[in-house]
């Protein structure tokens, strides 16, 4: 490992979920004009912003712009970037803007998924490397868009997987993959949230003062203004996001995927899709989901409940490898190996094991990012994983708003067979003047 990738490592370990130590102000001063990464970040409120926090948390990395279509939130982004490291970023509530300068090497795209795909192949066009948050995008045919933009525009891209940086889900996928566990049959996953019920139903009310709500909807479909279809609880609807599948269930599923001996696209999808408790909620998506995904390893099976907080094990949502010889189960705050008894030899088929204590991530995530955009290698969840594992969050909820039990995907032909209902679903229709974007 080289200096350099020790000290990123470090300071991301050391610094990730503080705000700019002194003695990582004292570190940035050091680092080299010629070493630094210039970033930016469109879409501020959140996550966004949390990630741009680790990536100041480095400390050769400067942020050179901020954009949102929201002034309040810009505003108040711009003057914590500010206090926090003595320079004010450039203020942008137009990204295509933004996107033209030239003292920019990547951007961080902390927007709705229904703005993901223009925004990261506009980025790829104007030669910027791209983190983008998951789901990568709001459709499988964005997914795409995105995955042959990066690859036409040699950008580095990192989807916000980021559970594939922590310490519990490596360690898991190194034990499932080296055999501890024996064979894998099955890989549950569950995930019960009580936000996943949406908000309870609000009137309509005027665009609040300094939002841009023609540009927050952007290529969606065009609307009055109602706050459950703003910040944070958009996801609820199919114009902008796809609720708990693709907000939880994307993560989760990844983690399935990620131990395949071949990681692949779904096939054969099986789908149960209902809502049991809508009363005075404001929401598309489907609180109850079971969805079954045959794969050549092992089967997953997903296990999803909106408005419910626990489950098995005592955890509201995981992951359970089930082997010949003993599951584990993993979340984000470790994992356990419950072993198989073996009656004749009147012992465990395999040792306990345990990993304990919350493994922050997005840090680790951040960083390799990073890394990569300097050695210009694939991230650590470049466009195809990312893709793959959107596959897996958007066909189940396909098929829920369509009413079909089984779906078979050809990713071949990038195309559901014999299902007009399923492929008419796989691209959004934007809306003028927005279209959707030539690679
Ligand atoms: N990796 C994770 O663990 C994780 C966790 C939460 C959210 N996310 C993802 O992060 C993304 C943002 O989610 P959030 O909860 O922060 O949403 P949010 O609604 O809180 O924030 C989105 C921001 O984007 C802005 N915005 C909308 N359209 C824009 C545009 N065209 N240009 C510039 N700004 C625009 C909004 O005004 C808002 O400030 C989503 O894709 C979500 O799935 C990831």
Not at 355 to 361: C, D, P
Request: hydrophobic share 40%; net charge neutral; charged share 25%.
């Amino acid at each position: 490992m080289t200096r350099r990738r020790s000290f990123i490592q470090q300071s991301a370990l050391i610094a990730g979920g503080l705000w700019l130590s002194p003695t990582l102000l004292h570190a940035r001063q050091q680092t080299a004009p010629s070493d630094r990464v210039r970033v930016a970040l469109i879409g501020a409120n959140n996550m966004g912003f949390g990630i741009l926090r680790h990536h100041l948390a480095l400390a050769e990395v400067d942020c050179v712009a901020i954009c949102d279509v929201d002034q309040n939130v810009l505003e108040k982004r711009l003057k914590e970037v500010e206090d926090a490291t003595g320079k004010r970023p450039e203020g942008f509530t137009d990204f295509r803007k933004l996107l033209e300068k030239k003292d920019l090497d990547a951007v961080i795209i902390g927007t709705p998924d229904h703005w993901h795909c223009l925004i990261a192949v506009a980025a790829c066009q104007a030669g910027k490397d791209v983190y983008v948050e998951k789901p990568m995008a709001n459709s499988i045919g964005e997914c795409d868009l995105m995955t042959q933009a990066a690859a036409k525009y040699s950008r580095i891209m990192q989807v916000g997987q980021q559970q594939r940086a922590g310490q519990a889900f490596i360690e898991s996928r190194d034990l499932v993959k080296s055999g501890y566990l024996g064979k894998i049959r099955k890989v549950n996953i569950w995930s019960n949230f009580n936000y996943g019920l949406g908000n309870e139903i609000k009137p309509l009310t005027t665009v609040p003062e300094g939002v841009d709500y023609d540009f927050w909807l952007g290529p969606a479909p065009k609307r009055e203004f109602n706050p459950n279809r703003f910040h944070g609880s958009w996801r609820h609807f199919w114009d902008y996001g796809g609720g708990l599948m693709s907000d939880w269930g994307v993560h989760l599923l990844d983690m399935a995927i990620w131990v395949e001996e071949n990681p692949s696209a779904p096939s054969i999808v099986m789908t149960y899709a209902k809502n049991v408790n809508k009363e005075n909620r404001d929401r598309d998506t489907f609180d109850t989901m079971n969805v079954l995904f045959p794969k050549k390893d092992f089967l997953i099976n997903y296990d999803m409940n909106g408005g419910l907080q626990s489950g098995p094990y005592n955890k509201p949502y995981g992951i359970a490898y089930v082997g010949e010889l003993g599951t584990l189960i993993v979340n984000r705050n470790g994992y356990e190996i419950y072993p198989e008894w073996d009656g004749t030899a009147k012992a465990p088929k395999c040792e306990a094991k345990k990993l304990e204590g919350t493994t922050e991530s997005h840090n680790l995530h951040v960083a390799n990012f990073v890394e990569c955009i300097k050695a210009r290698n694939q991230p650590s969840c470049p466009p195809e994983a990312g893709r793959l594992a959107a596959l897996h969050a958007h066909i189940p909820n396909i098929a829920a708003r369509i009413g079909a039990e089984q779906l078979i995907w050809d990713d071949q032909k990038r195309e559901f067979v014999g299902n007009a209902a399923a492929n008419a679903l796989i691209w959004p229709e934007y809306r003028e003047p927005w279209t959707l974007p030539k690679v």
